[in-house]
């Protein structure tokens, strides 16, 4: 006999549905059959499957060893170890400061991403355990390129997933970059255009009018400085799609420093020759909450920064763009 006690990450979902993720390699008609022959029961209770599951609810699975090690082996959730720049933390979400170089998310290339390291660093702090992991994957709620720094919002309890993915979802968190682009920009603007991505090469253009497949952008800048041939650029999505902001200011004329895909050849070369610069100088530096309540209450209005990296301080520095940096961080 097995028994499991629901918590928070479990609370609220119908009792198939977690059985379902209990039992991953279980026909529905399975666990259907064991439900009616009170094989599986819910608080000493037959029960039918339709229930909402409560936090404290136990669970009873009257099955023999071999059965349940059968239908419940999953593949190991992957997992690996790094120093994460934790920027916030309660027990719903973390903000954590992505460098560049990490995937946020996992991909093709098996290469360990921040939702990984995410979890082997909550396994690590006991904030969520081996068997919590067979019904729950905390993960994050925002994707960043892998080569654009800054801030990540992740959930680590179901509720602030839950709540986090609803505020990126409806556009009420606010997110904004800094960026250092081609050319000099004196005046604040929000533009407007289409997106179309091609999945095969993994890249995107930018139209002024509406083509087949593409979907809606709008993206607004404030320059914070310029020189002579480049600007310090604070950058709002508005939308968020792949690659918005690298596409669609190099459509307007202005592609970021260092963008190899997006970017004009000479202005890369240029930072590349000077700074050894070879990822697009772009970094997610602050996230804005709006007014909340429930389990995320606490963050109601908040704002939070991540600092620049190194090297993009560096090239302020030395562009002579570190005042207007400073003097707009907020």
């Known amino acids: 006999m097995k028994e499991f006690q629901i918590t928070d ?12 993720k209990l039992l991953g390699n279980a026909p529905k008609s399975f666990f259907y059959k064991m439900l009616r022959k009170k094989n599986i029961t819910l608080n000493g209770k037959k029960a039918s499957g ?36 934790i920027l916030y933390e309660d027990s719903d979400i973390l903000l954590i ?7 946020s998310q996992p991909d093709d290339t098996k290469e360990p991403s921040l939702v990984e390291y995410l979890i082997g660093y909550l396994l690590n702090n006991g904030s969520i355990t081996e068997e919590g992991l067979r019904t729950f994957h905390p993960s994050v709620c925002n994707r960043l390129d892998k080569n654009t ?46 997106l179309y991505k091609d999945t095969k090469l993994n890249k995107v253009t930018i139209s002024k009018i509406k083509i087949k ?35 669609h200011l190099a459509s307007e004329g202005h592609p970021l420093a260092g963008d190899m895909k997006y970017g004009q050849k000479e202005f890369n070369r ?56 400073y003097e707009n961080l907020e």
């Open 149 to 194: 720094s800054g801030i990540v919002a992740a959930g680590k309890s179901l509720a602030g997933l839950q709540e986090l993915s609803s505020l990126f979802h409806d556009r009420t968190i606010h997110k904004d970059y800094l960026c250092i682009v081609k050319g000099i920009l004196t005046d604040n603007k929000q533009i407007r255009g289409y």
């Open 50 to 85: 339709n229930e909402k599951l409560k936090n404290g609810d136990q669970i009873k699975l009257f099955l023999s060893d071999d059965t349940f090690a059968k239908f419940s082996q999953q593949e190991q959730t992957a997992r690996a170890v790094t120093d994460l720049d």
């Open 213 to 247: 497949d593409a979907q809606p952008i709008e993206t607004r800048y404030e320059p914070l400085g310029h020189t002579s041939h480049m600007t310090l650029l604070r950058v709002r999505l508005i939308t968020g799609r792949t690659h918005q902001i690298r596409a």
């Open 270 to 325: 240029y930072f590349h020759e000077k700074y050894h610069l070879n990822h697009q100088l772009l970094h997610a530096y602050r996230l804005t909450f709006p007014e909340l309540t429930g389990k995320l209450a606490t963050l109601s209005g908040k704002c939070f920064l991540a600092p620049l990296p190194k090297q993009f301080l560096t090239i302020l520095k030395e562009e002579h763009l570190e005042e207007s940096y």
């Open 9 to 20: 990450n479990e609370a609220g979902q119908r009792f198939d549905k977690y059985l379902a």
């Open 97 to 103: 400061s992505k460098p560049v170089g990490m995937l």
